[in-house]
C-alpha cells in the first residue's frame, strides 16, 4: 500500500503505474463493532459504524478481458482474466479484488461482453486488527464497478456480493456485518443491522456531543477467520440451534435459555447463551443511546465482553487485560471487538482522559510482557462513495 493514501495519491500512483489517468477513485471504510459479536451469521443484530480509515481504489477501464490489481506494496501486479474466474484461480490477496468480480458472476451479472479493468489500491486500515480491512477492500472494488460498468445494483445487493467474495473466493465463513457496515455506514452514526429483516439503519450516536472517544487497542495479537476458532464457533451456533429445533439462533430469546440448558451440552449452551443474550443487547444498546445518550451503554458493553471472555470464549488475555485497564481508569464501556482470538479491543472515554487511558494500557500491557498495543482514536465515518 502506499504512503499517505488520499484519493488524489492513488490516483496519482495509478497514473505512475499504468501510463493513464484513472476512470476514478472510489473508497470504503473498515469498521468497528460497537456491540453484537458472533450475531451477524446467527440472523441476529448488530450495531458496527464505519471508521475514517479506509482503502482506496483507483480503477480504469481496459480494451481486453483482463483485470490487474496493484497496491504499492506488492512488486508486481496480480492478473486474472474475464474468461477464467474461479475462486481457485486467485492467489493471496488479490482475491479480495477478483472475488467480487466472480461473486458478481455467481450472483447473475452477466460478464460476456464486457471488458476488464486496471486497479490501484491504497488503505490505511491496519491489516489483521479486527477492523474489516477485507471488507474495505471489497466494498470500494464493488462500488467501483457498479458505476464503471453500470450495474445499477443496490446496496444491499453489493453487500451479498462482496459477502460472498468473503465466504466463496477468500474462504472466511464470515456473516455480512463487515460489508453491511462499509457500505450504509454514515458519519456521526452507528448501523443498527437486523440481518434477518434485511435492514441497516443509522442510529446517532453524539459520542462528541457527549465529550466522548472511542479508543481502538489494537493487541497486535493475530487473528486468521480463515481457519480455527471462528468456524468452530459458528458450528456449535448451528449445532445448538438444531438441537433446539429452530431455524437459527435468531428464534430464541432469553425466556428460552431455561430450555436450553436442560436440552444443550454445557458447552454448546454456553454459546447458545452467548448470541441470544447479545442480541438483547443490541436492541437496548440502540434503545439506550437514542434516549438516554451513550453514557449510558457502559454497562452493555461491560456485558458483552464477559459474555464473550467466559461463554462464547474468544477473548485472550491481551484483549481482558485492554478492556480491565480501562474500566479501572475511567472508560465508560469497553469489550473486544470483532471476530475474536485477537485483534482489537473498544473503550469508550471522556475525551479529555485519553492520553491517561492510553497510557494506563501501555503500561499494564509493559509489566505483563506483552506486546505493545497500537492506540487509536475513531470516528463514526461515511461509508464506501466515490471520490473523484
Ligand atoms: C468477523 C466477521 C463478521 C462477524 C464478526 C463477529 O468480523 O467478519 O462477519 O461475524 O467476526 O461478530
Same mark, same amino acid.
Given at each position: 500500500?502506499?504512503?499517505?493514501?488520499?484519493?488524489?495519491? %492513488?490516483?496519482?500512483?495509478?497514473?505512475?503505474?499504468?501510463?493513464?489517468?484513472?476512470?476514478?477513485?472510489?473508497?470504503?471504510?473498515?469498521?468497528?463493532?460497537?456491540?453484537?459479536?458472533?450475531?451477524?451469521?446467527?440472523?441476529?443484530?448488530?450495531?458496527?459504524?464505519?471508521?475514517?480509515?479506509? %482503502?482506496?481504489?483507483?480503477?480504469?477501464?481496459?480494451?481486453?478481458?483482463?483485470?490487474?490489481?496493484?497496491?504499492?506494496?506488492?512488486?508486481?501486479?496480480?492478473?486474472?482474466?474475464?474468461?477464467?474466474?474461479?475462486?481457485?484461480?486467485?492467489?493471496?490477496?488479490?482475491?479480495?479484488?477478483?472475488?467480487?468480480?466472480?461473486?458478481?458472476?455467481?450472483?447473475?451479472?452477466?460478464?460476456?461482453?464486457?471488458?476488464?479493468?486496471?486497479?490501484?489500491?491504497?488503505?490505511?486500515?491496519?491489516?489483521?486488527?479486527?477492523?474489516?480491512?477485507?471488507?474495505?477492500?471489497?466494498?470500494?472494488?464493488?462500488?467501483?464497478?457498479?458505476?464503471?460498468?453500470?450495474?445499477? $445494483?443496490?446496496?444491499?445487493? $453489493?453487500?451479498?456480493?462482496?459477502?460472498? #467474495?468473503?465466504?466463496?473466493?477468500?474462504?472466511?465463513?464470515?456473516?455480512?456485518?463487515?460489508?453491511?457496515?462499509?457500505?450504509?455506514?454514515? #458519519?456521526?452514526?452507528?448501523?443498527?443491522? /437486523?440481518?434477518?429483516?434485511?435492514?441497516?439503519?443509522?442510529?446517532?450516536?453524539?459520542?462528541?456531543?457527549?465529550?466522548?472517544?472511542? $479508543?481502538?487497542?489494537?493487541?497486535?495479537?493475530?487473528?486468521?477467520?480463515?481457519?480455527?476458532?471462528?468456524?468452530?464457533?459458528?458450528?456449535?451456533?448451528?449445532?445448538?440451534?438444531?438441537?433446539?429445533?429452530?431455524?437459527?439462533?435468531? /428464534?430464541? %430469546?432469553?425466556?428460552? $435459555?431455561?430450555?436450553?440448558?436442560?436440552?444443550?451440552?454445557?458447552?454448546?449452551?454456553?454459546?447458545?447463551?452467548?448470541?441470544?443474550?447479545?442480541?438483547?443487547?443490541?436492541?437496548?444498546?440502540?434503545?439506550?443511546?437514542?434516549?438516554?445518550?451513550?453514557?449510558?451503554?457502559?454497562?452493555?458493553?461491560?456485558?458483552?465482553?464477559?459474555?464473550?471472555?467466559?461463554?462464547?470464549?474468544?477473548?485472550?488475555?491481551?484483549?481482558?487485560?485492554?478492556?480491565? %485497564?480501562?474500566?479501572?481508569?475511567? #472508560?465508560?464501556?469497553?469489550?473486544?471487538?470483532?471476530?475474536?482470538?485477537?485483534?482489537?479491543?473498544?473503550?469508550?472515554?471522556?475525551?479529555?482522559?485519553?492520553?491517561?487511558?492510553? #497510557?494506563?494500557?501501555?503500561?499494564?500491557?509493559?509489566?505483563?510482557?506483552?506486546?505493545?498495543?497500537?492506540?487509536?482514536?475513531?470516528?463514526?465515518?461515511?461509508?464506501?462513495?466515490?471520490?473523484?
Amino acid at each position: 500500500m502506499i504512503d499517505i493514501p488520499s484519493p488524489e495519491s %492513488t490516483a496519482q500512483a495509478f497514473e505512475d503505474r499504468y501510463g493513464r489517468r484513472p476512470d476514478g477513485v472510489w473508497s470504503a471504510p473498515g469498521r468497528v463493532n460497537l456491540i453484537g459479536e458472533h450475531t451477524d451469521y446467527n440472523d441476529g443484530l448488530v450495531f458496527p459504524f464505519a471508521i475514517e480509515r479506509r %482503502t482506496w481504489a483507483a480503477m480504469g477501464r481496459r480494451e481486453d478481458r483482463t483485470l490487474t490489481v496493484h497496491s504499492g506494496a506488492m512488486p508486481e501486479p496480480a492478473q486474472a482474466s474475464l474468461d477464467e474466474l474461479g475462486p481457485e484461480r486467485f492467489d493471496g490477496w488479490s482475491a479480495y479484488v477478483f472475488g467480487v468480480v466472480w461473486a458478481m458472476e455467481q450472483r447473475g451479472v452477466d460478464l460476456s461482453g464486457r471488458t476488464g479493468f486496471d486497479i490501484m489500491l491504497a488503505s490505511d486500515v491496519p491489516l489483521g486488527a479486527g477492523l474489516s480491512s477485507s471488507a474495505a477492500i471489497e466494498c470500494a472494488v464493488a462500488i467501483a464497478l457498479n458505476d464503471e460498468w453500470e450495474l445499477g $445494483l443496490t446496496r444491499r445487493e $453489493l453487500i451479498y456480493i462482496c459477502q460472498l #467474495a468473503e465466504n466463496g473466493a477468500v474462504g472466511a465463513p464470515t456473516g455480512n456485518m463487515d460489508q453491511t457496515a462499509s457500505l450504509m455506514g454514515e #458519519a456521526g452514526h452507528g448501523v443498527l443491522i /437486523d440481518v434477518r429483516a434485511e435492514t441497516a439503519d443509522p442510529v446517532a450516536l453524539h459520542f462528541a456531543d457527549e465529550g466522548l472517544e472511542l $479508543l481502538v487497542i489494537d493487541t497486535r495479537v493475530h487473528h486468521e477467520h480463515a481457519t480455527g476458532g471462528y468456524g468452530a464457533r459458528r458450528k456449535s451456533c448451528e449445532d445448538g440451534a438444531a438441537a433446539m429445533g429452530v431455524a437459527s439462533l435468531r /428464534d430464541l %430469546t432469553e425466556e428460552d $435459555l431455561p430450555r436450553a440448558v436442560e436440552v444443550l451440552d454445557d458447552e454448546t449452551f454456553r454459546r447458545v447463551k452467548h448470541v441470544v443474550t447479545e442480541n438483547a443487547r443490541v436492541a437496548r444498546t440502540a434503545e439506550v443511546v437514542a434516549n438516554e445518550g451513550p453514557r449510558a451503554i457502559g454497562d452493555l458493553l461491560v456485558a458483552s465482553h464477559a459474555s464473550m471472555r467466559d461463554d462464547f470464549e474468544i477473548s485472550v488475555p491481551e484483549l481482558d487485560l485492554a478492556v480491565e %485497564t480501562a474500566l479501572a481508569n475511567g #472508560a465508560v464501556g469497553s469489550r473486544m471487538t470483532g471476530g475474536g482470538f485477537g485483534g482489537a479491543a473498544i473503550a469508550l472515554i471522556d475525551a479529555d482522559r485519553a492520553a491517561e487511558v492510553e #497510557a494506563a494500557i501501555e503500561a499494564a500491557f509493559a509489566d505483563a510482557g506483552f506486546t505493545a498495543p497500537i492506540i487509536f482514536v475513531v470516528n463514526p465515518s461515511a461509508g464506501a462513495h466515490r471520490d473523484l
